[in-house]
């Protein structure tokens, strides 16, 4: 089984074996290899059950590293990294050709991204390649936001756990794209709307589903743990006599009906950040709990933009049920 520790010389060595290493990131824990050894990059698709359709993100330890991977860098590309780096941004540009193509899918373009969270910018200081790293779950599930996440799905299939604490954002990155030159919003993530429509008011969403996505966080199901999650507009649809009905709610307002040992709270004060962060813990604990389903509501709009995101993940978690 893996070891969990803090130990990142340890890490590094094993990345620099062409191991497949567990690793923190300010966003959802990932599953880290060299992003140019062909070989170790393959083990992450294999331990993951990822689709090799399915691109990976690569993290750079600065700005200037990044950029090295991407050719015809568009100026607003320039504009987001200035912002929003290091941190919880992906922008996906065109490939140099450098990063394998097993890393993009075989698309022309590659995703890039500098975080962070600082035992993984320690890391990549001791390496000299970037990372190549998918949020550490099986292929479809919940993602991970403590190293007892990662442990508890795929302890037994990789060796080393980086432990970083419980990650600060707990939803995935924003992934942006551009069409000629104009940023395209492909995956809603940490970055509130609200910041990213600010600098583009005119900024592209893309975040529709498909059956062939761009990005596969834009697939109708995604995001979901294994038993019955209910998407409900409000309470009174959700009205349910069954002791094993689970709901997830947000602020102190919750179904009349619901016994409070049902009740999955996602921030008693109403606030949004924790909300984000706590979504994919709470989603685990209803998959561990006795509850046969989950009842899920719209969070109501914020000032942010944050609610977009968290109702976005828990639309996917419901997804393969409705
Ligand atoms: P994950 O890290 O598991 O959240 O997955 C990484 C996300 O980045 C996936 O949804 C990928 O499809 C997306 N991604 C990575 N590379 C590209 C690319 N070249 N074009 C579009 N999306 C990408
Ligand atoms: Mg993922």
Not at 16 to 42: D, I, M, S
Not at 151 to 168: R, S
Not at 183 to 201: H, S, Y
Request: hydrophobic content about 40%; proline content about 9%; overall charge neutral.
């Amino acid at each position: 089984m893996a070891v969990i520790g803090t130990d990142v010389t340890e890490a590094a060595r094993r990345l620099k074996a062409g191991e497949v290493v567990a690793v923190p990131t300010e966003t959802v824990y990932g599953l880290a290899a060299n992003a140019l050894n062909r070989q170790a990059v393959l083990q992450i698709f294999k331990i993951k059950h990822r689709p090799s359709f399915d691109p990976l993100i690569v993290h750079c330890v600065n700005v200037e590293e990044a950029f090295r991977y991407a050719v015809r860098v568009p100026p607003a590309a320039f504009v987001l990294a200035e912002k929003f780096w290091p941190g919880p941004l992906t922008l996906v540009l065109p490939s140099r050709g450098v990063v394998p193509e097993v890393v993009n899918a075989g698309l022309p373009t590659v995703a890039l991204r500098v975080p962070a969270h600082p035992l993984l910018i320690q890391l990549l200081h001791q390496v000299d390649f970037p990372l190549a790293a998918p949020s550490a779950n099986p292929f479809g599930y919940v993602s991970p936001t403590q190293a007892s996440h990662v442990y508890e799905q795929l302890g037994d299939k990789i060796g080393y756990i980086l432990d970083g604490g419980p990650c600060q954002y707990g939803l995935e990155s924003t992934i942006i794209g551009f069409e000629k030159n104009k940023p395209v919003l492909l995956r809603l993530g940490a970055i509130p709307t609200a910041q990213l429509l600010q600098l583009f008011p005119d900024i592209t969403f893309k975040i529709q589903v498909s059956s062939n996505p761009l990005a596969p966080g834009q697939l109708t199901s995604h995001y979901a743990p294994r038993k019955k999650v209910l998407w409900c507009q409000d309470f009174e649809e959700s009205s349910d006599s069954d002791p094993l009905t689970a709901y997830l709610v947000f602020g102190s307002k919750r179904p009349a009906h619901a016994p409070s040992t049902n009740i999955l709270n996602l921030s008693e004060q109403g606030n949004y950040h924790e909300a984000a962060r706590n979504l994919y813990h709470l989603l685990r604990q209803f998959d561990a709990g006795p509850w046969h389903r989950l009842k899920v509501f719209p969070l109501p709009e914020d000032d942010e933009g944050l609610a977009h995101t968290i109702n976005d993940r828990l639309r996917r978690a419901a997804a393969s049920f409705s």
